[in-house]
């Protein structure tokens, strides 16, 4: 009589999923309204044609207005000449320091 090959049980392996950072929101001490802004600046369809009103509370509607005066200063969009980081880094650096108080980790 054959013998009946023994089928191997298939071990299931779970990947773990990389834990996406959020640095500006863990690393840093911004203020919420400028999270926001880092989060909504880029989403056009509801800042510049309204789209998706439906859809916001009262705190979505309090930043657009924040969303909206940023989005005048908004550099990559406003010149075709970027400055050197040796022109922004007196202005900058500062700034960065204050909101950014320890080093970054990626």
């Known amino acids: 009589a054959k013998k009946k090959k023994k089928k191997k049980k298939k071990k299931i392996v779970f990947l773990k999923k990389k834990k996406k950072k959020k640095i500006a929101k863990d690393q840093s001490t911004l203020p919420q ?3 926001y802004l ?9 800042h510049n044609k309204h ?4 859809l916001c ?3 979505d509607l309090e930043y657009l207005k924040w969303v909206k005066k940023f989005q005048k200063c908004d550099l990559y969009s ?7 980081l ?12 204050k909101y950014f108080p320890r080093p970054v980790r990626w």
Not at 38 to 46: A, G, T
Not at 51 to 54: K, L, R, T
Not at 86 to 97: F, G, L, N, Q, S
């Open 38 to 46: 880092l989060r909504f600046h880029s989403f056009y369809p509801w």
């Open 57 to 59: 509370d009262e705190k």
């Open 86 to 97: 040796t022109e922004v880094a007196d202005y900058y650096k500062p700034i960065v320091e």
């Open 33 to 35: 309204v400028a999270l």
């Open 78 to 84: 406003k010149s075709r000449e970027c400055p050197t």
């Open 51 to 54: 789209g998706y009103m439906h």
